[in-house]
T-cell receptor, first 110, second 115 residues
Framework: DQQVKQNSPSLSVQEGRISILNCDYTNSMFDYFLWYKKYPAEGPTFLISISSIKDKNEDGRFTVFLNKSAKHLSLHIVPSQPGDSAVYFCAARGTDKLIFGTGTRLQVFP | KAGVTQTPRYLIKTRGQQVTLSCSPISGHRSVSWYQQTPGQGLQFLFEYFSETQRNKGNFPGRFSGRQFSNSRSEMNVSTLELGDSALYLC??????????????FGQGTRLTVV
């Protein structure tokens, strides 16, 4: 039972445009959400997070939006850069553990 | 400060064998979590250790086990290896545990191939 879902396995975006990565969850008890970025042959690195008491959090080019009623969060990257090409995982905090989605591979082309 | 160190980076084993993977967390971090990453499955939680005690466990068979030492270093053992155990195994360290609103830092992972 996948409690955190990323339904788009891949996304291709032109450099300079906006990248929107989506994530859905099923458990309304999740109270904290995170995005991680992963390059090949490296471990995931923390990108940005949001508490369930907020609906938006911004950090430079990265913004995460949370829609609790829809149990949906999204990561916006503006403007997208070639260095953003990686696999992005969303994660939700459950009881004493992080539950990850299956990841979305983002490719930013010139 | 040094990051999370996982050894070995790559491993090839035969079906039926057992394997031990090692993870050294960031100095001062007491929580170590293990994850399995396979294509299409994302990061599946294996278990978490905190102060030498297993605090949480995912839905993996008993062939997967782990332990944590007094210096917070952790090992994960998989016995009777199956082809489906081929994956990237990641460990993450954090101060209090990923469930405690503290950031988790990942190692580079160990790529296990079972032939």
């Amino acid at each position: 039972d996948q409690q955190v879902k990323q339904n788009s396995p891949s996304l291709s975006v032109q450099e300079g445009r906006i990248s929107i990565l989506n994530c859905d969850y099923t458990n309304s008890m999740f109270d904290y959400f995170l995005w991680y970025k992963k390059y090949p042959a490296e471990g995931p690195t923390f990108l940005i997070s949001i508490s369930s008491i907020k609906d938006k959090n911004e950090d430079g080019r990265f913004t995460v939006f949370l829609n609790k009623s829809a149990k949906h969060l999204s990561l916006h990257i503006v403007p997208s850069q070639p260095g953003d090409s990686a696999v992005y995982f969303c994660a939700a905090r459950g009881t004493d553990k992080l539950i990850f989605g299956t990841g979305t591979r983002l490719q930013v082309f010139p | 400060k040094a990051g999370v160190t996982q050894t070995p980076r790559y491993l090839i084993k035969t079906r039926g064998q057992q394997v031990t993977l090692s993870c050294s967390p960031i100095s001062g971090h007491r929580s170590v979590s293990w994850y399995q990453q396979t294509p299409g499955q994302g990061l599946q939680f294996l278990f978490e250790y905190f102060s030498e005690t297993q605090r949480n466990k995912g839905n993996f068979p008993g062939r997967f086990s782990g332990r944590q030492f007094s210096n917070s270093r952790s090992e994960m053992n998989v016995s009777t290896l199956e082809l489906g155990d081929s994956a990237l195994y990641l460990c993450a360290s954090s101060l209090q545990g990923a469930g405690m609103n503290t950031e988790a830092f990942f190692g580079q992972g160990t790529r296990l191939t079972v032939v």
